[in-house]
């Protein structure tokens, strides 16, 4: 369960719980947070132990990456987070799970991406 989601500056400490996820554009993702574009979030609690990128674009809550445990509880407070500024959710997924966590709280499937 979800028990706090504290927004935290960017650290060695993030870096290293987003390395993942974040990929080849951990560069980017560091610039964004440190420019003040994105903001990253601590989340913990009972099975919930990471961290969040979020931006907002335009009308649109984007989930920039995430990492750790808890998808489960972090998800519903991402949508209620969201909807509380009348803000749609937007993210990308490399895994078929998450895609029907996503599903399960409303969003759709929008586009394939295809690389060889």
């Known amino acids: 369960m979800l028990k706090s989601a504290e927004?935290?500056?960017?650290?060695?400490?993030?870096?290293q719980g987003i390395k993942i996820s974040a990929g080849k554009d951990i560069?980017?993702?560091?610039?964004e947070v440190i420019g003040g574009l994105s903001t990253v979030w601590k989340v913990t609690g009972e099975g919930v132990a990471g961290f969040v990128v979020l931006r907002v674009d335009g009308s649109e809550l984007v989930i920039v990456c995430g990492e750790g445990q808890g998808a489960k509880f972090v998800i519903p407070w991402i949508m209620e987070t969201a909807r509380q500024h009348n803000l749609?959710?937007?993210?990308?997924?490399?895994?078929?799970g998450l895609v029907r966590m996503w599903q399960r709280y409303g969003l759709c499937l929008d586009e394939y991406v295809l690389r060889g």
Not at 27 to 31: K, N, P
């Open 7 to 15: 927004k935290v500056p960017w650290s060695a400490e993030v870096e």
């Open 27 to 31: 560069d980017d993702i560091r610039s």
């Open 88 to 96: 749609t959710v937007r993210t990308h997924v490399k895994r078929r």
